[in-house]
C-alpha cells in the first residue's frame, strides 16, 4: 500500500466521519493539512476573516446540522483568536473538534519565549475542552483523533482540541489506516421503576409544568415533549437558550422562562406543584439567580438529564433520571398512555385556555406600546414574528437574544445562549445557513455586536452563503448606555459607538443594502428581505 503522512491521516479520518465543512484560517505551519483538504473537492474549507469567525460558523453549523463541526486554526494567534468560541461551545455543550497546527517540534523545544507563535496550546485549552492534547508521536495519530472526535459527542457534548506540530504533519506512515464506522452506542435509557415513578407523579400533580433544554434538541426529542404535553395538557416552557425547541405558536407553549421569558411563564411555573425538567441546567438566567424567582419552593422536580453531573445541582429533585431525553419519555409516555387510556386529559381545555388569555393580555399591552414609540426594537421584532412563515431559522448573540421575547420561535433560535457573547451573530448564521442550505436563515444583531464581525461579509461573499442580517442601529451599545445613564450619574463611558452606513458596507460586500428610518417601511422590506435568498443586510435606524 502507498505510503502516507499525518496530514493525509487527519483530513482522511474526518471524510471518514463524513466531515464535509472544516472552518478556519490556514498558515505556513497548517500547509500540509490544507493540502490534503484541496486534494479532496467534496470537502469545502470555509476560511473565514478572523478565526473568531470560524468558530462561530461552526457552533451554528454544528447545531443547524446536529453534528460535530471542525475547525482548523494555527499556531499562536490562529488559536487564541478562536478561544472565545471554544468557550462557548463548552459552556453550551456544542461539539466541535478544533484541530491547530503547531511549530516544529525542534523550535518549540526552544521554550515558548524564543520561537516563532510559541506558547501553551494545551494548557491554554485544558479549561474550556472536554480533552486538549498535543500529537507528540505519529504512532498515537488514529487512536488519538478516533478518541477526540468521539469525545466531542458522548454523553455532555463539547469542544476538544487537538495540536499537531508542523513537522509531524508530514511525517510519513508506512501505510494509511482504516477507519472503520463505529456503531453508536444505545443511548442510555430510563429504568422502569423510575419511569413508573415519573408517571405517578405526572398524574398526581395538580399544576404540573415542563421545562426544556437544548438537551432536547440534540436528543431530537421534540415530538416526544409535544405528545406528552398534549396527553397531560402540560405547560412547556424552554431555557433562554433552547427558545423555539418547543414551538411557541403550540397552545401548550410558555415561551423562555427567566431571562427572555414572557411574565405569563413565570406565573405558571410559580404556581406549579410539579416540574418535568428535560435536558436543562436551571441556569442563572432560567431560575433568575437561582433562587425562587420562576421556580416555585412548593413544586417537585423531575430532571432528566444525559449529564449525571447536572441531576439535582441547583435544586433538588424528587427524581433523577440520568438518560436521552427522548429515551426516557417514550418510556414515560407509554406509562402514562396504560395507566389513564381515556387520554386526551379532560381537564386540559382549562389550562390551554389559561394560557392562551396570558398570552392575548400580554400581546395587546405589547401592541399598544409598539403603537405608540416608533421605530423601536420591539416594534421590527413585532413585525418580523408577523411576516415569519415558520421554516426560518434565527440566529441572534448577547443581550439581543432577551428582546426575541417577541418572536413566536416555530424552531430553534441559535444564538450565544448564556454564555452572550455579542460579535458572533452573523457569523453563526452562515454556519446555520451551510448546515440547513435550504432554510431562509435571519440574523438579529445589534449594531455593537454586528461591527465586532462585519469582516464576516467577505466570507459570506466569498463563499456564496447568502442570509438576511437585521441589524438594530442605535449607534451604541445601547442597553449598557441605558445602564450607565440610569446607575452612574448620566456619565457615559465607552458606549457610543461610530457606525459607518451599513447598506453601503453590505453593498461593497456584494450584499444587498436596505436602510430603514420610518416605522412604515420595515414591513414591505422585510417582506421583500424574507422571500429572496440573497445577502441581505438591513440598516434599521431605531429611534431608542
Ligand atoms: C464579546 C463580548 N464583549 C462584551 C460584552 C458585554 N456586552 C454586552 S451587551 C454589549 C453591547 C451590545 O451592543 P449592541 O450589539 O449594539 O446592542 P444594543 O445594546 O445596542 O441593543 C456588550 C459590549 C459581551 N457580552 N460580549
Ligand atoms: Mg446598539
New binding site residues.
Partial sequence: MAETNIAETVIEYLCSQNVRHIFGVLAHTSFALGDAIAKRPHLRFINSQHEGGAGNMALGYARAAKKPAVCLVSAGGGATNIV?AVAQAYKESVPLFVISSDINTASSSKGAWSSFHGMEHVRLFEPITKQSLKLERVEEIGSVLDSLFRLTTRGRQGPVFLIIPADLQGASLPEPLTFSPTADPAAPSIDSRSAEMAVDLLLKATAPVVLVGTGVDWSGAQREVQELAELLSLPVATSYTAKGVFPEKHPLALGCLGVGGRPYAREFFLKSDLILALGTTFSEGTTLGFGHRSISDQAKIIQIDIDPDELGRNYPTQLSVQADVKAALCAIIDGVKSKRPSTPDAGGGGRVQEIQQAKQAWKSDLDKKTASEGLT?DSVLKTLNELLTGTEILVT????GD?LRNIDAATPIIH?GEF?????AFATSLGVKLGLPGARVVCV????????EQQELATARFHNIPVLAII???N???????DQLHHYGGRVIG?E?FVPDLARLAELFGAKGYTITRPEEVRPILQKSLESNDSVVIDVKVDK
Fill in positions: 472565545t426594537y448573540s448577547g443581550m439581543t428582546l450565544a452572550r457573547a455579542i460579535g458572533t444583531s445589534g449594531d455593537g455586536s454586528f461591527m465586532m438594530l442601529r442605535n451604541a451599545y445601547g442597553g449598557m448606555k441605558r458606549t459607538l
